[in-house]
Protein backbone atom coordinates (compact mmCIF):
# COMPACT_ATOMS: atom_id res chain seq x y z
CA UNK A 1 0.00 0.00 0.00
CA UNK A 2 1.48 3.07 -0.97
CA UNK A 3 -0.43 5.31 2.10
CA UNK A 4 1.27 2.78 4.28
CA UNK A 5 4.77 3.02 2.62
CA UNK A 6 4.17 7.01 2.90
CA UNK A 7 3.65 6.89 6.41
CA UNK A 8 6.81 4.92 7.28
CA UNK A 9 9.01 6.96 5.58
CA UNK A 10 7.82 9.43 6.97
CA UNK A 11 8.71 8.12 10.06
CA UNK A 12 11.85 7.18 8.83
CA UNK A 13 15.48 8.99 8.67
CA UNK A 14 14.43 11.01 5.45
CA UNK A 15 10.71 12.41 6.17
CA UNK A 16 10.90 14.28 2.98
CA UNK A 17 11.50 10.96 0.98
CA UNK A 18 7.85 10.17 1.40
CA UNK A 19 7.12 12.72 -1.13
CA UNK A 20 8.31 10.32 -3.72
CA UNK A 21 4.78 8.85 -3.55
CA UNK A 22 3.19 11.53 -4.62
CA UNK A 23 2.12 13.15 -7.48
CA UNK A 24 3.27 16.46 -8.52
CA UNK A 25 -0.08 18.17 -8.49
CA UNK A 26 -1.24 16.46 -5.36
CA UNK A 27 -4.05 18.05 -3.28
CA UNK A 28 -4.47 17.22 0.37
CA UNK A 29 -6.20 18.00 3.49
CA UNK A 30 -5.15 17.33 6.86
CA UNK A 31 -6.68 17.97 10.03
CA UNK A 32 -5.39 18.28 12.99
CA UNK A 33 -6.98 19.46 16.39
CA UNK A 34 -7.45 23.44 15.72
CA UNK A 35 -6.04 23.63 12.02
CA UNK A 36 -6.44 22.58 8.72
CA UNK A 37 -3.52 22.32 6.66
CA UNK A 38 -4.67 22.62 2.80
CA UNK A 39 -2.49 22.43 0.02
CA UNK A 40 -1.91 21.28 -3.66
CA UNK A 41 1.25 20.17 -5.30
CA UNK A 42 4.47 18.15 -3.61
CA UNK A 43 5.70 21.66 -2.62
CA UNK A 44 3.17 22.69 -0.38
CA UNK A 45 3.17 19.09 1.12
CA UNK A 46 7.20 19.34 1.31
CA UNK A 47 6.39 23.08 3.32
CA UNK A 48 4.18 20.92 5.86
CA UNK A 49 6.61 17.74 6.55
CA UNK A 50 9.85 20.49 6.73
CA UNK A 51 7.70 21.97 9.14
CA UNK A 52 6.92 19.41 11.43
CA UNK A 53 9.16 19.61 14.50
CA UNK A 54 10.89 16.74 15.03
CA UNK A 55 9.60 14.79 17.81
CA UNK A 56 10.04 11.31 17.34
CA UNK A 57 6.48 10.60 16.62
CA UNK A 58 5.26 7.03 14.51
CA UNK A 59 2.29 6.37 12.85
CA UNK A 60 1.46 2.61 13.89
CA UNK A 61 -1.53 1.74 11.23
CA UNK A 62 -3.62 -0.79 13.13
CA UNK A 63 -5.91 -1.68 10.09
CA UNK A 64 -5.68 -0.96 6.23
CA UNK A 65 -8.24 -1.30 3.20
CA UNK A 66 -8.24 -0.54 -0.26
CA UNK A 67 -10.58 -0.57 -2.40
CA UNK A 68 -9.59 0.20 -6.57
CA UNK A 69 -7.66 3.22 -6.71
CA UNK A 70 -8.75 4.12 -2.98
CA UNK A 71 -6.25 3.32 -0.06
CA UNK A 72 -7.47 3.70 4.05
CA UNK A 73 -5.47 3.38 7.01
CA UNK A 74 -6.42 3.57 10.66
CA UNK A 75 -4.08 3.89 13.83
CA UNK A 76 -2.38 5.52 16.76
CA UNK A 77 0.47 7.97 16.89
CA UNK A 78 3.51 7.52 19.36
CA UNK A 79 6.00 9.76 20.61
CA UNK A 80 9.58 8.64 21.08
CA UNK A 81 8.73 7.45 24.57
CA UNK A 82 6.16 5.12 23.92
CA UNK A 83 3.21 7.51 24.90
CA UNK A 84 0.53 7.43 22.39
CA UNK A 85 -0.81 10.84 21.55
CA UNK A 86 -3.99 10.14 19.43
CA UNK A 87 -5.19 8.34 16.65
CA UNK A 88 -5.35 8.73 12.65
CA UNK A 89 -7.22 8.26 9.67
CA UNK A 90 -6.01 8.64 6.25
CA UNK A 91 -7.31 7.93 2.97
CA UNK A 92 -5.18 8.15 -0.13
CA UNK A 93 -6.33 8.12 -4.08
CA UNK A 94 -3.50 6.66 -6.40
CA UNK A 95 -3.39 7.37 -9.70
CA UNK A 96 -0.63 6.26 -11.59
CA UNK A 97 1.02 4.65 -8.44
CA UNK A 98 1.10 7.90 -7.03
CA UNK A 99 -1.15 9.62 -4.22
CA UNK A 100 -2.77 12.48 -6.38
CA UNK A 101 -5.87 13.26 -3.42
CA UNK A 102 -4.92 12.83 0.33
CA UNK A 103 -6.73 13.18 3.31
CA UNK A 104 -5.86 12.92 7.32
CA UNK A 105 -7.41 13.17 10.16
CA UNK A 106 -5.56 13.21 13.21
CA UNK A 107 -7.78 13.05 16.85
CA UNK A 108 -6.06 13.21 20.52
CA UNK A 109 -9.19 12.68 22.23
CA UNK A 110 -11.37 9.38 20.46
CA UNK A 111 -9.54 6.64 18.28
CA UNK A 112 -10.25 3.05 18.00
CA UNK A 113 -7.73 1.34 19.73
CA UNK A 114 -6.52 2.39 23.19
CA UNK A 115 -2.83 4.58 23.29
CA UNK A 116 -0.22 3.38 24.87
CA UNK A 117 0.87 5.05 28.20
CA UNK A 118 4.70 4.84 27.34
CA UNK A 119 7.68 4.33 29.73
Known sequence: MIIEDYYGRLDGADPLSGLDLVAPDVEFLIAIPGQDVRGSGRADLEAYVAGRPAVGRRHHVHRRAVD???????????????RGTGSFTATALVTDGLVSRYQAFFRPDFGMFALPEGS
Open 68 to 82: GDLEMVHGIVTEADG
